[in-house]
Antibody, heavy 120, light 111 residues
Framework: QLQLQESGPGLVKPSETLSLSCTVS??????????WGWLRQPPGKGLEWIGS???????YENPSLKSRVTISIDTSKNQFSLKMRSVTAADTAVYYC????????????WGQGALVTVSS | QSVLTQPPSVSGAPGQRITISCTGS?????????VHWYLQLPGTAPKLLIY???NRPSGVPDRFSASKSGTSASLAIAGLQPEDEADYYC???????????FGGGTKLTVL
């Protein structure tokens, strides 16, 4: 059974870089059928897609975040990662990683989520 | 403001049938892109409920169904149960944004 698990610091200072990793278990991240995605949910608010990456390293990102976001993949570790630069309090959210079934498709399964708070 | 529009809340009594709407535009649902639905219980990650408009993943009861027409989609829950109380989100692809978009979510209260 495919499982995803986010990891990374829970507290980031304003203007610094948020870094998260997602470890995939129960399956290979090198699957040619899927992308791997990052999403977030600010406290009490809805879901926002951040971006997704293919095992080849090809990415596509939310245009509203693209200038600050880098998504990378390490197939040897079965992991993919998110870096978000110049964070502000508005970036405080639960960050989820999920399998992005196809670029126009659905997300399943999801990791349990990682709360990242941006505060000095 | 979310690209897809959902009612903030709906409610129903146990055993009743409710529907949740999801309204998009010509660049997403109206362009023919599939709609997917998620259920989120408090404090947990979203869980896929319906994929590709009207398909239920293994383990999802057939009380949950969905449809799509024009620029809108809807999720129906029949025979409401207390454990259905959760937030529900629709999701699709938007060609203008070249990425996935979500509705703002609908909180279902089982009275």
């Amino acid at each position: 059974q495919l499982q995803l698990q986010e990891s990374g610091p829970g507290l980031v200072k304003p203007s610094e870089t948020l870094s998260l990793s997602c470890t995939v278990s129960g399956g290979s991240i090198s699957s040619s059928s899927h992308f791997w995605g990052w999403l977030r949910q600010p406290p009490g608010k809805g879901l926002e897609w951040i971006g997704s990456i293919y095992y080849s390293g090809s990415t596509y990102e939310n245009p509203s975040l693209k200038s600050r976001v880098t998504i990378s993949i390490d197939t040897s570790k079965n992991q993919f990662s998110l870096k978000m630069r110049s964070v502000t309090a508005a970036d405080t959210a639960v960050y989820y990683c999920a399998r992005d079934v196809v670029t126009t498709g659905w997300f399943d399964p999801w990791g349990q989520g990682a709360l990242v708070t941006v505060s000095s | 403001q979310s690209v897809l529009t959902q009612p903030p809340s709906v409610s129903g009594a146990p055993g009743q049938r409710i529907t949740i709407s999801c309204t998009g535009s010509s660049s997403n649902i109206g362009a023919g892109y599939d709609v997917h639905w998620y259920l989120q219980l408090p404090g947990t990650a979203p869980k896929l409920l319906i994929y590709a408009n009207n398909n239920r993943p293994s383990g999802v009861p057939d009380r949950f169904s969905a449809s799509k027409s024009g620029t809108s989609a809807s999720l129906a829950i029949a025979g409401l149960q207390p454990e259905d109380e959760a937030d529900y989100y629709c999701q699709s692809y938007d060609s203008s944004l070249s990425g996935s978009v979500f509705g703002g979510g609908t909180k279902l209260t089982v009275l």
